[in-house]
């Protein structure tokens, strides 16, 4: 069987699935609104409601297997701040920090992170972020291998900055560059490949 994979951006306020049998969730967008996608896609990892950015949508279980457990694939997010970060909130952030996840403490490990510009030039976005009207705010870069629910939320919140907007900007070798909010591109069986190399 031929595999396919897509890589798309996904949009805020979009979940990552196709279908829902939820009643509560019936008026929410799913992945299906973007692409008629293969029968059996699956998006491998999850971004969450109001997060964007890049998502993989494959046929290939192992893939989605591989990228989330075993390779330790790198995923890169920016996330604007509430308030200007300070460098040691940063080194906090890259030591560690002690998290709950599902009610339970958890180390976060293998992060790196850094203070970018301003605007790190991501596509517009429907969701409504506070001016600097109302107190400043910041850019930072944080990759991670793991990937945690709601994890970079969680750690920025640890260290005194919640986050106001979140994107993943990168998958391994996979970049935005200029795709734009609700984007599709098909992979090739290279691509894919080469994701992690």
Request: hydrophobic share 30%; glycine share 6%.
């Amino acid at each position: 069987m031929q595999h396919k994979h897509f890589l798309i951006y996904k949009p805020y306020k979009m979940l990552s699935q196709f279908i829902t049998h939820d009643r509560h969730q019936k008026n929410k967008r799913f992945l299906s609104e973007l692409f008629d996608f293969p029968t059996n896609s699956m998006a491998v990892g999850r971004l969450d409601e109001t997060s964007e950015g890049l998502l993989i949508i494959t046929t290939d279980g192992s893939l989605s297997y591989k990228i989330n457990t075993t390779d330790k694939t790198e995923k890169e997010y920016y996330a604007q701040l509430d308030g200007q970060i300070t460098d040691d909130a940063i080194e906090k952030i890259k030591n560690g920090l002690i998290i709950s996840i599902n009610g339970n403490d958890y180390k976060t490990t293998n992060c790196q992170a850094r203070i970018i510009g301003k605007d790190p030039n991501l596509p517009p976005t429907r969701q409504k972020i506070r001016d600097e009207r109302h107190g400043p705010t910041s850019w930072i870069s944080i990759t991670l291998t793991e990937g945690k629910f709601r994890q970079v939320r969680k750690m920025t919140a640890k260290v005194g900055f919640p986050t106001l907007r979140l994107a993943r900007v990168r998958i391994g070798n996979l970049k935005t560059g200029s795709m734009k909010s609700g984007d599709v591109i098909e992979l090739t069986q290279q691509q894919v490949n080469d994701i992690s190399l």
